[in-house]
């Protein structure tokens, strides 16, 4: 891997942390990034969906997932994971997504993640190939393309120390703070960065100074490399020994911070966890002087690096570097109240799912209501065979005559003098678990009982359990001998059309044992349309989880509001067209039995 990031490279951000996302995504949005460089948020304690976060002066929606392995399987094209885990956590959450794979880095900001734990998460990361940046770090950079949360800071410091596009400088810090400063000289004295990686505090971190080095000395787009050490540890000299034997050839700016350690009569740790001198070797003084020898420029105090930085820079005699267009982050943004994702009336046309209604409303488009349907509630374009089933069933249930709860409320609003809507609204509120509900009630169990494996008999015992009677099954005049049309209708074109009906297939043995027991134990029209609707999905290609929530949320349910309400507004207008008078319920239909009150 020569070029750590690219313009393309895409995060799973473990923990929600919004101020590090909203950084990422000002960042995108400043170097003009086609895609957001977060592409999911895993946070397990959530039980949203979604985040939204600002895009420039719009806003954007981050998914939201309870594990690493469901954000990668629904964004697989994420492979960097941005591990914000605590320090308790961090391990595991790293261990989880090597094994789960497809990342080509993973950066950890906990500190102080165990020395056993720390080594074996390396070493397993080493083995697969993966870059591991910190624990204790605040990330990288490839300027111009992708950044990691908070390195770098505000958008103001990055656009100052020109981290909105790529230099001709690798840096490579321990440190987080410095990396931010250093960024800051190198654009004062030079170009900026083409590339820029904080390692972390800790003693034992994934990538060292040499793995970030070799590949700098790779990516073409590095001249030269500036590396900040620290007082403590020898990963110094692994540096040394590559330029010795010619592994790295780039000009190589190198300091370790900690000289002042000498001054003090007993070893003294800096902040860092590895910022602690062992030997004479791990002193910050030795190893500048180590490098100096091996001929890397090292300044003579800290305070001359910018001149030494400014100095190796103007040697290369580099062209200048073009400033890109970028856009600005306005600084007073507003939050939307609604969120829309099925149309847009925006522009000169109003959409559904992304299509003009002009190519999808008139008879030459080759479109129905079945497509409509398809697009404002799936944000799917479906096959024909399915957008056909869609029109069947809501043909199917428009309408069961004046006698159902739905239409009588409707008629008797009607005969009150309401309007079409009144009456209509009437109907509908009747429509229920008692009412409509056998649809959604019999995709629900019928499903259960063929998900867990249910034979019929299995299925029948289950229900009585339950204490519910199986929705779907019975009817109050159609059995055997005298079968259901629309069932035969709707069953008919499933196995003409269908790529396969394996829950109406479950559901007519079930009919086989109930019938055998009575005969209008039949399947009925609500139990077809429902177990179909579920079929229909399986082909379509959604998940169990998918179907599941859609039957949750009562989408099973709406297909009968639509297709009823049909029949409401018929009955509706019937009534107003034969001009009827107020409904008044005859008294020798209604049982009275009112005795006198008990006085208290």
């Known amino acids: 891997m020569e070029q750590l990031y690219t313009k393309d490279t895409q995060a799973i951000f473990w923990n929600n942390n ?5 950084r990422m995504l000002d960042y995108d949005y400043t170097i003009q990034r086609k895609t957001p460089s977060v592409a999911a948020i895993v946070a397990p304690t959530s039980g949203n969906k979604f985040e939204k976060f600002f895009y420039g002066p719009d806003e954007v929606m981050i998914p939201l997932f309870k594990t690493t392995a469901d954000a990668k399987a629904a964004q697989p094209q994420a492979d960097v994971l941005l591990n914000f885990a605590s320090f308790r956590t961090a391990y595991d959450v790293t261990m989880e997504a090597l094994e789960i794979g497809g990342f080509s880095s993973i950066m950890i900001t906990a500190e102080g993640i165990p020395e056993r734990l720390a080594r074996a998460m390396n070493q397993t990361a080493r083995e697969q190939g993966v870059i591991v940046i910190g624990p204790a770090t605040v990330g990288a950079i490839t300027p111009g393309a992708f950044k990691v949360a908070n390195i770098g800071g505000t958008i103001t410091n990055i656009v100052q120390s020109k981290l909105h ?3 001709s400088c690798g840096l490579v810090t321990r440190s987080g703070g410095l990396f931010n400063e250093l960024s800051n000289i190198i654009s004062i004295n030079a170009d900026g960065i083409a590339e820029g990686v904080a390692i972390g505090g800790d003693r034992f971190v994934g990538s060292v100074f040499i793995d970030n080095l070799l590949r700098m000395e790779k990516n073409p787009a590095v001249k030269y490399m500036i590396l900040l050490g620290e007082v403590g540890g020898t990963e110094e000299y692994k540096v040394i020994e590559a330029i010795k034997d010619g592994r790295i050839t780039k000009p190589v700016i190198a300091w370790c911070i900690g ?3 000498k001054y003090y009569d007993s070893g003294v740790q800096f902040g860092h966890a590895g910022a602690s001198a062992n030997a004479e070797s791990e002193t910050a003084e030795f190893k500048n002087k180590a490098m100096a020898e091996a001929g890397i420029h090292v300044p003579a105090t800290f305070n001359d690096l910018p001149a030494k930085i400014k100095e190796v820079f103007e040697s290369l005699n580099l062209d200048p570097i073009p400033e890109p267009e970028m856009n600005i982050c306005p600084t007073v943004r507003r939050s939307k109240e609604f969120i829309c994702t099925i149309s847009d009336d925006r522009g000169d046309e109003a959409t559904y799912a992304g299509f003009p209604i002009s190519s999808v409303a008139t008879p030459d488009t080759g479109k129905g209501i079945g497509d409509v349907v398809s697009l404002l509630w799936f944000k799917k374009q479906y096959p024909k065979w399915a957008t056909d089933f869609i029109e069947t069933v809501i043909k ?6 004046p006698a159902v709860s739905g239409a009588h409320n409707a008629k008797v609003t009607a005969r009150a ?19 409509g509900g056998a649809i959604d009630g019999a995709a629900k169990y019928f499903k259960h009982a063929d998900d867990n494996g249910m034979d019929p008999k299995a299925f029948l015992n289950y229900m009585k359990g339950e204490g519910v009677p199986i929705p779907g099954i019975g009817h109050r005049i159609k059995s055997l001998k005298n079968p259901d049309l629309r069932v035969t209708g709707l069953m008919n074109y499933a196995k003409e059309h269908f790529p396969s009906t394996p829950l109406l297939d479950y559901a007519r043995t079930v009919e086989a044992l109930t019938t055998s027991k009575k ?12 177990i179909l609707m579920v079929d229909m999905w399986r082909a379509l290609g959604y998940s169990e989880e998918e179907i599941n929530e859609f039957i949750e949320s009562g989408t099973l349910n709406a297909f009968f509001i639509v297709g009823r309400s049909i029949g409401f507004i018929g ?11 107020m409904y008044r319920h005859p008294m020798d239909d209604i049982l009275y039995d009112v005795p006198m009150a008990e006085k208290i």
């Open 396 to 401: 199917t249930v428009a309408d069961h005559g």
């Open 18 to 22: 919004k101020t590090a996302i909203q």
């Open 519 to 530: 005969e209008n134990l039949i399947l009925n029209v609500d139990g077809t349309i429902g």
């Open 417 to 435: 003098g309401k309007s079409v809507v009144e009456s209509l609204v009437t109907g509908l509120l009747t429509i229920g678990p008692r009412f």
């Open 165 to 167: 596009r790529a230099g």
């Open 259 to 261: 000289t002042i350690a």
């Open 571 to 581: 009955h509706v207008l019937d009534e107003k067209r034969l001009a009827m008078p």
